[in-house]
Structure formats: C-alpha cells, structure tokens
C-alpha cells in the first residue's frame, strides 16, 4: 500500500490570546474543518462540578438551582486530557475524592451584615489551586499587573445572602465533554468561513457614474467594498466582512449591470475563529481537538478479528471472477 | 424517571463492538461498516476521504436515528481494492494529515508566542 491520498494542510495564525484565536487553515476541506468545529465544541475535555453536597442551605435558591449554577462555573482544566473520567476510574468508585478523577471544593458563607452579600466563585476554594479553580480566581491573580478594571474582579455571583441567611456545601469537580453536558464545553464559539474572493469587472465598473459607484458600495450591508479618494476607483477593502449576503450581486443586476463582480467561495481555504471560556487556552483548545480526532479515528480502525474475514472476501472475488468465464 | 443515562451516547455499551462489518451479499467489493457511538465528526471525515481514493467507486454513511448512537458507512470499490483496504487506507491517511496539521500548528504557535514576548 504505497499510494496515499493524504493532504498537507497549511496554518496562519493571524491573532492570538489567551482566550481568542484567529487563523487561517488552507489545502484541506470542510469535512476536516468541520470535524475540528464540531470536536472543540462537543469533545474536548474539561473539568465542571458535577456532584454538590448541601449542608446548610437557607437562600432563596433552592438546592438544585444552586448545584446547577455551581455546574455552569469554568473551572481552569489544562490537565484535564491527562485525568480520567469518573466512570472509568479504577482508582475509586467514581464519586469519592480521587488525585486522578475529581477535585474537591468547598463554599462557605453567611450574611451577617444588613446589606446584600453576593456569593461569587471567588469563594469556591479548591482542594488543590493549582490544578483546578474557577476561571476568575486565575484572571485575579495575573490581574495584578494587567489592567482589569475593579467590577471585572467580581467572580461570577452563584446566589445572593440576606442577613441571617447562609450557604455551605462541598462539591465534586469531574472531568467530561460537552457532549454530555454543555457545561464541559470549553468553546464558548467556534466558527470557520470559506475565504471569500472577489473580482471587480473593471471595464463593466468603468461605465458606472460616480453616483451609482456610491449607490453600489453602499448596498453592502457590511463594509466590504470602498472608493480610492484619488482615482474614484471602487475597491475591495475587505473581502472577509462578506457575509455571503448577495447583496451586491443583486443590485449589480438592479443597476442593469450584471456581471460587475464575481464572488467565488475558496473552498479549500477557512478562516476559523476560536473563543475559549477560560477553562483552556484556545490554542490548546486546538492541539486537543487535534488529538481527541486522532483518537476518536483510531478508535474507528478495524479490530483484528474483522481482518481475517478480508482473506474470504477475496476468496469469495476471485469464485465470483471465476464462476463469470 | 426513565431517562436513559446521558454517557450512553458516546459510550460503547460493554459486549458490542466499536466497528462491525458486513459485505454486500450481491454486489462484490461493497460493504458496510456500522461505526457505534460516533457521528457525523468521524462519518463526514471519513467519507470525503474516501471518494479522494480512485478505487472507490461509492462511499456514503447515513445516521439512521438521532436517538440511534450509531452511522452506517458504506463503500463500493474497483476490483484493484477492498472495502476493508479503502477503510483502512482513509484513516492511515486522515491520520497522517492530522499528525502534518498539528505539527503546523505548533510550529505557528511557537513564532507566534516568541513575537509576542516583546
């Protein structure tokens, strides 16, 4: 088995932070583009509390409610691919506290003044900081020499105590996919577009009176096309503010002008935007997806005993063959 | 009450096989593979890589109930190859590219996070 068919995609990072990330992947298609997608939303791993224990609950939240919002909390899960998940865990019997499978937080607070006190995930503590807290507490401490304003640095409120009122409990972080449950999804958006190309008839533009130049740039509903000052050109100024809108092609038509651009989609060529919760950088969201692929197409190979049937099958080709001269 | 539990959608329940697969009785050199506990992220891929094969003369996979966590591929190739070769060959291949893809994407990230230290 010589031939191969493989492709060898190209990457370009255009924007990268820790929560973003803007890039181009090109030579390859959209089944691979997609599968990527559909991976970083629905199957890289993280960590969400998934198990709460209530001691004292006397909000005006009921319990459910509270360990449903406890659930939604990103939680930072850089270790997650190397942890297991609780229902293959042999280590424990899935909702003890495990090194390998879960980690422990408590909550602990009580209003004893007259005013509101917002519980936040500032007060979730961990049982082990390090290698798994609410996103926030992450954000805090390198807020430190970045330049968070004072009402970013809240955490997320879980509920609100009145005086008297208190909230205690201990809950169980496990790893998961958002497959299972939105909460585990460590995309807040991804999103791929074909790259646009655009071609100006320059001689058909030529004909156009300024006026109608202006009338056309402007049936854009995005800002895709614009006029050179100078030279009272019409120019393409960004071709991926495009929507697929066929907005311009339509009045190209009205204006008695058909034919006054071409608009193909590369299609070849995605430009993917990648927008992490928090839980995992975005680049690593990336590198895992690429990964969890791998594994979910290893997983699909053909098992040993399914190859000894290959041998009857071409036994079963060549009576055929026979039986036909 | 009876809600079946959520892991049952991507976990192969124990005593059935990830893959199983099941030659054409009329026609020679087709076959189905029925792929459980996967969707269209595995059954897309696979299938675009497969009709990149010249010995594949139809490749195809449907999903045949959103609350059956299983796809059905189905490939017809030439007498040079095998269902089972094709099969093979488009995850050798698949895999191949997604190894190229994340060495590229590693090597980006790298110049990217060195230009930005400055």
């Known amino acids: ?325 | 009450m009876n809600a079946p539990d959520r892991y049952e959608r991507f976990v192969v329940p124990e005593g059935t096989k990830k893959v199983s697969y099941e030659r054409d009785t009329k026609i020679i050199n087709a076959a189905s593979f029925t792929i459980e506990r996967e969707d269209h992220t595995v059954g897309n891929v696979l299938r675009m890589q497969l009709h990149r094969d010249p010995n594949v003369l139809f490749a195809g996979y449907k999903l045949p109930h959103p609350l059956q966590y299983k796809i059905i591929a189905r490939i017809h190739t030439t007498s040079q190859s095998s269902p089972m070769q094709a099969y093979n060959q488009a995850i050798n291949d698949l895999d191949k590219e997604l190894n190229y893809l994340k060495e590229q994407f590693e090597a980006e990230v790298k110049k990217h996070s060195t230009t930005m230290e400055y």
């Open chain 1, 1 to 325: 088995m010589d031939v191969c068919y493989q492709r060898f995609p190209k990457v370009k990072i255009r924007e990268m932070k820790d929560d973003y990330l803007k890039f181009e992947l090109r030579e390859t298609d959209a089944s691979m583009a997609n599968a990527l997608r559909r991976v970083m939303i629905a199957e890289v791993p993280t960590l969400a509390i998934d198990l709460v224990e209530i001691e004292v609950n006397s909000s005006v939240l009921n319990d459910e409610f509270i360990a449903h919002r406890l659930g939604l909390i990103p939680l930072t899960s850089d270790n997650a691919m190397e942890m297991r998940f609780a229902r293959d865990c042999d280590a424990c019997d899935g909702d003890g506290q495990c090194e390998f499978c879960s980690i422990e937080f408590t909550l602990s607070a009580r209003c004893t003044d007259d005013q509101t006190l917002d519980v936040t995930s500032a007060e979730l503590r961990s049982s082990d900081p390090a290698m798994c807290c609410p996103v926030d507490q992450i954000l805090r401490s390198a807020s430190d020499s970045g330049g968070y304003d004072g009402s970013e640095q809240r955490g997320i409120t879980i509920v609100k105590l009145r005086r008297g009122q208190e909230l205690r409990l201990r809950a169980i972080a496990r790893k998961g996919i958002g497959k299972d449950h939105a909460k585990w999804s460590p995309a807040a958006t991804v999103t791929f577009m074909y790259e646009p190309q655009i071609h100006i008839n320059e001689d058909l533009m030529e004909t156009l009176t300024y006026e109608q130049k202006v009338e056309w740039i402007e049936s854009s509903p995005t800002k895709v096309l614009g006029m050179d000052p100078n030279t009272h050109q019409v120019v393409v100024l960004d071709p991926e503010a495009y929507t697929y809108d066929d907005e311009v092609i339509k009045k190209a038509e009205a204006m008695g002008k058909p034919g006054l651009v071409e608009i193909y989609a590369k299609e070849d060529s995605f430009i993917f935007t990648v927008e992490s919760t928090g839980a995992i950088k975005a680049y690593q969201l990336v590198i895992n997806a690429i990964d969890i692929l791998k594994q979910k197409l290893d997983a699909v190979r053909l098992s040993e005993d399914t190859e000894e049937s290959l041998d009857q099958f071409r036994e079963l080709g060549a009576h055929l063959g026979g039986g036909g001269n």
